[in-house]
């Protein structure tokens, strides 16, 4: 937040009206898909707005209010529920039951599987974990005010949730024990619905008592600022995407969805990458040439990366297979090495300066041996999340490595030689961008990238 006044000297909004949502409540940027998701109770529905500013519908779901994206998907407090949608195709794969549940409102994550749900009218926050698909009580409120919006505070280990009714507070919960403690015990505004915090650390929350946004330190030991004091009405479950250094802010009042930033959207995109003589003709091992369009200015220092997702068309663990130091879009020469076949590959490019994410080829590939090549055993090491703000994580199973990463100039910014099956890299020191890691087995190396926000 360098230059945060800006926020209010220049005005600088863009807002998408009436005739495309109904009772906006909560949004989310989906960085991986370069677009923002809205929960809208009135319809039903979570929609999608595009870097374009298009507006459609993503999925139709009963009552949506909360929004959180973990992994690859997005997950919504729908009555009584926490379900979960693919954010690649949109279809449901959790729909999880929170047993005596009264209201489920808000939702944040730890990043690598665990959900906290607030529960408005229980006064409970919730505990939720998607692989076990078990759901505990992490801490019991007691009584009002009712818990609304919450987010995770990782560098102080700790949920940071805010209140309905007069004079609001603001609390925190310790992941450690769940101990609740009082951040703020009166803050002097009403009914405040959403809460955000943005790369250095600073808080955003929502008020429909006063119709503004007000800005708090990480310490919580200032009174809060006003940075959007016009042009709300009852903004709720708002949304601080790091990447653009924009607010996202649903006006549940008058059906519309308003950007505060410091720059607008922006207009660059990449197309859908073509391999020279077709995909059809790809085999492990080989080399092969990638066309793609970049629209949009790319300034010095930018470098565009061919990525491929895995056997199942997921770009979390996707690997480089090419790269092009360049301001403008032209032939990429790319390698399929260490893969694996499988019938479900996508390729898309991504660029570091500006980071974007391009779309992907649009179509299943299919990979397997070239003629006379012999399977070999390539090592499977995961990495969650991505993109990551505190840690990544790498888990190798049974195949031990070291771990080497790289901002997009070269430059090396981490290593841990010392080879193991698990790895936790530390991240929130590192610029916002995209950085790859090159991993070192016994059998040879592998290369992927993540985005630090």
Known sequence: MRKLLTL???????????????????????LSHNRWLISCTGSSTIQQRSASGVISQFVSVTSPYGLEIMGDSVYVCSSGRIKGFSLNTGAQGTNLQIPGAAFLN??????????????????????????????STFANLVAAPSPNGI???????????????????????????????????????????????????????????????????????????????????NPADIYYATSLDTLGVPNAGNNTVTFY???????????????TGGFSNLCIPSNFTLNFAALGTYTVGNTFYAVLSDAMGN?????????????????????????????????????????????????????DYCLGIEAQ????????????????????????????????????????????SEKDIPVNYLRKGIYFIRLETNTGFQTKHFLKN
Not at 8 to 30: H, K, N, R
Not at 111 to 124: A, I, M, R, S
Not at 340 to 359: A, E, M
């Open 261 to 275: 930033g410091f720059a607008p959207l922006p207009n660059n995109s990449i197309a859908a990458p073509l391999a």
């Open 106 to 135: 808000g939702i944040t994550s730890d990043g690598v599987g665990n959900l906290y749900v607030t529960d408005f009218n229980g006064y409970k926050i919730y505990h939720v974990n998607i692989a076990g698909q078990y759901v």
């Open 315 to 367: 770009f979390a663990n996707a690997d480089t297979i090419g790269s092009l130091a360049a301001m403008n879009s032209g032939p990429m020469s790319c390698s399929l090495t260490t893969i694996l076949p499988g019938s479900n590959y996508r390729i898309k490019v991504i660029s570091t300066n500006p980071p974007v994410v391009g779309v992907d080829n649009g179509a299943d590939i299919a990979l």
């Open 8 to 30: 209010l000297l220049a005005s600088l909004s863009i807002t998408v009206f009436a005739q495309s949502y109904s009772s906006p409540e909560s949004v989310e940027y989906d």
């Open 151 to 233: 987010i995770l505070d990782a560098p102080n280990n700790r949920l940071v949730f805010v209140h309905w009714g007069a004079n609001a507070p603001i609390k925190a919960v310790s992941l450690v024990d769940s101990s609740v403690s009082t951040l703020v015990a009166g803050t002097g505004y009403g009914s405040i619905d959403g809460i955000a915090r943005d790369a250095s650390g600073n808080f955003y929350i929502s008020s429909w008592g006063s119709q503004k946004i007000f800005k708090y330190d990480n310490a919580f030991t200032a009174t809060g600022v006003a940075v959007v004091s016009t042009g709300l009405n």
């Open 377 to 420: 055993i390539v090592p499977i090491i995961t990495m969650i999340p991505n993109p990551a703000e505190q840690f990544v994580y790498l888990r190798g199973g049974e195949t031990k490595f070291a771990v080497y990463v790289f901002n997009a100039l070269g430059q090396q910014v981490y290593v841990d030689s010392t080879y193991s």
